[in-house]
């Protein structure tokens, strides 16, 4: 019996002394983990590449007068429409990712519950089609007339890109408790300029479009930062990932 309580003893005393760091890591989310955080990184860049080869390709589109919502419209609208649902779901999924890594340190609640209502802002907007105007898609006058579907598609932006931006308050507590301190002042920073460019949207749509391109832009560069700290490499997301670091 006295032998059975020192090995048993000495079996508590070598797991604590491995930390949490062996406890934090549950096997079955290193793929799902990897996967997801993926996700987070490629849904801004491909919904905005998406989006600027269709209004080259699409007669009549003017990136000078007219927003990218707006591909929806039209025969070929659906590529716009496949390309929110896409996006959407690549989000919802990065959310999870974000969860995961972060984990219950800073920012990991809030931060992926605010990345995920952004994520379900871009569903509503494929639900809810942009107003045709500004002379596109052809044969559309050149003022824009709201209609309720339109409504809601404003509503839907607006409230996603609000979320988006509270989320990149709450994601600065992470990084600057990783050490990244430039990155933490950065992610406080970028609400400002993309509000702004929404600000400026009644002079030019142009500006508007860049508010929200940068505001994809800087969720992207932040998943991937998250994904590369220590926190990510206890939670198992694999080297792979970690490299871009």
Known sequence: MTVSRTLSARSRTARTAAGPHLQDVPDVQR???AAAMFCAVAAGPLFLVTGIV???????????????????????????????????????AGAVGLRRVLGRGAGGV?????????GMSFWAAAAFPADGGAGFPAGAPDTVVMSAHGGA????????????????LVLARPLAAQG??????????????????FAASAVSVLAFTAGAGLGLVWLAALALRLGTGPAAARRGVPGALRAWS
Do not use: K
């Not at 509503?155 to 931006?165: E, H, K, P, S, T």
């Not at 990244?180 to 460019?197: D, E, F, T």
């Open 31 to 33: 793929p799902a983990g």
């Open 54 to 92: 269709q209004g080259v390709v699409r007669d009549g589109f003017d990136f000078t007068r007219n927003a990218i919502s707006q591909l929806a419209l039209g025969e070929p609208g659906w590529v716009q429409t496949v390309n929110f649902l896409v996006a959407g779901a690549l989000l919802a």
């Open 110 to 118: 809030w931060g992926p519950v605010l990345v995920g209502v952004f």
């Open 153 to 168: 598609h404003m509503a839907a932006g607006m409230v996603g890109y609000l979320a988006l931006c509270g989320a990149f």
């Open 180 to 197: 990244h301190r430039g990155w933490a002042v950065a992610s406080r920073l970028a609400p400002v300029a993309v509000l702004c460019g």
